[in-house]
C-alpha cells in the first residue's frame, strides 16, 4: 500500500467530499460572471489580503491550514484562537501573528473589535462548530467552518440563521469541491463523454485511535455526531452528490458495530447505505473506523468508468479514466494545496469575486442525509426518503476552474 494511504497518514492528513445536469432535474446555475479565482487569480499586497483569525489550534490547524497561508494569493493569519497560550504564542511567533492577536475561547467576542480579522476559520471539535460560528457572525466576522457543519440539523439551521441576520459570508471547509481530481470527475461526467453515470461508489475511512486525543472525540457521538459517518462517510456523501449533480430521493443503511470494541461505545464502527436517485444512477457508501484507511471513490457510467483511489487526500490523488475503446489513461492533473485554495476561494467571495459554491446549506444538507443513513441504519436499513427539494446553488463542475498546472 503506498505512503499515502497508510493508516498513518489518513490520520494526519485527515480527509475529503461534488455534479451532470441530467434530464427532469432542476440544473444547477451554469453561469456565473466569476473573475478568474483561486489558482490562476491576482496575487494581492499584503496590506490587501483577507485577514483569518483560526478558532482551535489541533492537528488540522497546525498541520495543514496555517502552514497553507504562506503561499496564499489573497489571503494571510492575522489572529489565533486558542485555550492554550503557550501553544499560541509559540505558533504566533513562528508564523508571525501579533502577541496582541491571540484570542482565548472566552474573551473570542473582543474579535468584534478587531478590524485585521475579516473571516474565522473554524477548525474545533465537530460539537463546537455552532457556537464559535454564531459568535462570529454576531462579531461581525464571515466565517469558513470545517466539515461536518456541525452535529445535529437544528444547529446548522441556527448557524444559516446567524449568517443571514448578521448579513455574513458562511461557508463550509468541502476542500474537495475545489480540488483537482473531483473537478475533472465531475467535468467529465458533465460532457457526457463517458455516457450517463450509473453508479457511484464511495469508500471513506480507515482505524481509529483511541489514545489519539483528535480520535477520542471523534469517537463520541455528542462531540462527533456520528463518528466514521460524520468524519469521513460525510465525504463520500457529498461527493455522491457533487459527483452526479443531483441529490438522493431515497437512502437505506446498514451497520455493524461490535460494542465490545471499546472505541464504539457511542457511535457506530462500519457502515454502508445506498441512496437512489431520480436520473437511476445509484451511490453505494461506506465509511468505518476499523477498516484500513482508504479514501477512494468510482464512477461507472454506461460507456466508460473512473477509478480515484487515493480520491480525497490532502494530497497525491489519482484518477483512472477508462473509456469506451477501453482504453485506461491517467489525465495530468495538478497537484494544488488544497487548503490554500479553499482559503483563497473563501477571501474571493468576501470580495464578492467568487460564488458561494459550498455554502452553510450544502453542509445542512449532508447533516440531514447522514441523519437519514443514521434513521435508516436504527430501522435495520428501512428506506428513508430524502426527497426534500434541496438544490445546490452553483456546480463546482461550471464555477470552479481547474487550477493551473504550472
Ligand atoms: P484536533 O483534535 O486535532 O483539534 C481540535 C482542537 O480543538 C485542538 O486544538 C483542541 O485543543 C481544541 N479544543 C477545544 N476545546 C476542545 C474540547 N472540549 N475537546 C477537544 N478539543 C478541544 O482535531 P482536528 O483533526 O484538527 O479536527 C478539527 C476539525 O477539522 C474537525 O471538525 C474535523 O472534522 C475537521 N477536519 C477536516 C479535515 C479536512 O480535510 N477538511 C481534516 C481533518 C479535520
Redesign the pocket.
Known amino acids: 500500500m503506498p505512503d499515502l494511504m497508510s493508516r498513518r497518514s489518513l490520520i494526519e492528513?485527515?480527509?475529503?467530499g461534488a455534479a451532470t445536469i441530467l434530464p427532469g432535474q432542476a440544473s444547477a446555475q451554469t453561469t456565473h460572471p466569476r473573475a478568474a479565482a483561486t489558482g490562476d487569480g491576482t496575487a494581492y499586497p499584503d496590506r490587501e489580503k483577507i485577514g483569518f483569525a483560526v478558532v482551535?489550534?489541533?492537528?488540522?490547524?497546525l498541520g495543514?491550514i496555517i502552514p497553507g497561508f504562506h503561499d496564499a494569493r489573497g489571503v494571510r493569519l492575522a489572529a489565533l484562537v486558542?485555550?492554550?497560550p503557550e501553544k499560541a504564542r509559540q505558533v504566533a511567533t513562528k508564523y508571525g501573528v501579533p502577541s496582541d492577536a491571540i484570542y482565548r475561547?472566552d474573551d473570542y467576542d473582543r474579535i468584534a473589535n478587531d478590524p485585521r480579522i475579516q473571516v474565522v476559520y473554524i477548525?474545533?471539535?465537530?460539537s463546537?462548530?455552532a457556537e464559535y460560528t454564531i459568535r462570529a457572525l454576531k462579531a461581525g466576522k464571515h466565517v469558513l467552518c470545517?466539515?461536518?457543519m456541525a452535529t445535529s440539523i437544528a444547529d446548522c439551521e441556527k448557524m444559516i440563521a446567524a449568517a443571514k441576520t448578521a448579513d455574513r459570508r458562511l461557508m463550509i471547509?468541502y476542500?474537495c469541491h475545489y480540488e483537482p481530481v473531483s473537478l475533472e470527475a465531475m467535468r467529465r461526467i458533465r460532457s457526457g463523454s463517458l455516457g450517463r453515470p450509473r453508479l457511484v461508489v464511495t469508500d471513506m475511512g480507515r482505524q481509529a485511535d483511541p489514545t489519539e486525543?483528535?480520535d477520542a472525540?471523534r469517537l463520541d457521538m455528542g462531540?462527533s455526531g456520528g463518528g466514521a459517518l460524520?468524519?469521513m462517510g460525510v465525504y463520500g456523501v457529498s461527493a455522491s452528490r457533487y459527483l452526479l449533480n443531483e441529490e438522493p430521493t431515497e437512502v437505506r443503511a446498514w451497520a455493524h458495530t461490535d460494542r465490545s470494541d471499546p472505541r464504539f461505545k457511542s457511535t457506530e464502527e462500519s457502515i454502508a447505505w445506498q441512496f437512489r436517485f431520480p436520473s437511476g444512477a445509484i451511490a453505494n457508501g461506506s465509511t468505518s473506523f476499523s477498516y484500513a484507511a482508504t479514501m477512494a471513490f468510482r464512477v461507472f457510467c454506461d460507456q466508460g468508468k473512473m477509478i480515484a483511489d487515493p480520491g480525497a487526500l490532502?494530497g497525491g490523488n489519482r484518477l483512472v479514466v477508462e473509456d469506451t475503446a477501453q482504453k485506461e489513461f491517467a489525465p495530468h492533473l495538478p497537484n494544488t494545496a488544497q487548503f490554500t485554495r479553499e482559503m483563497d476561494w473563501m477571501g474571493d467571495v468576501v470580495r464578492g469575486k467568487a460564488p458561494m459554491v459550498s455554502p452553510g446549506e450544502e453542509g445542512l444538507q449532508d447533516m440531514r442525509l447522514m441523519k437519514a443513513i443514521l434513521d435508516s441504519v436504527a430501522k435495520d436499513g428501512a428506506t428513508v426518503s430524502t426527497d426534500w427539494g434541496y438544490r445546490r446553488a452553483f456546480d463546482p463542475a461550471v464555477v470552479v476552474e481547474m487550477p493551473s498546472t504550472a
Not at 492528513?13 to 475529503?16: I, K, R, Y
Not at 482551535?56 to 490547524?61: I, Q, S, T, Y
Not at 477548525?123 to 465537530?126: F, I, K, R, T
Open positions: 492528513l485527515g480527509v475529503a482551535g489550534l489541533g492537528k488540522l490547524a495543514q486558542s485555550g492554550h475561547y477548525v474545533l471539535p465537530n463546537m462548530h470545517e466539515k461536518p471547509a476542500r486525543p483528535s472525540w462531540m460524520a468524519d490532502y
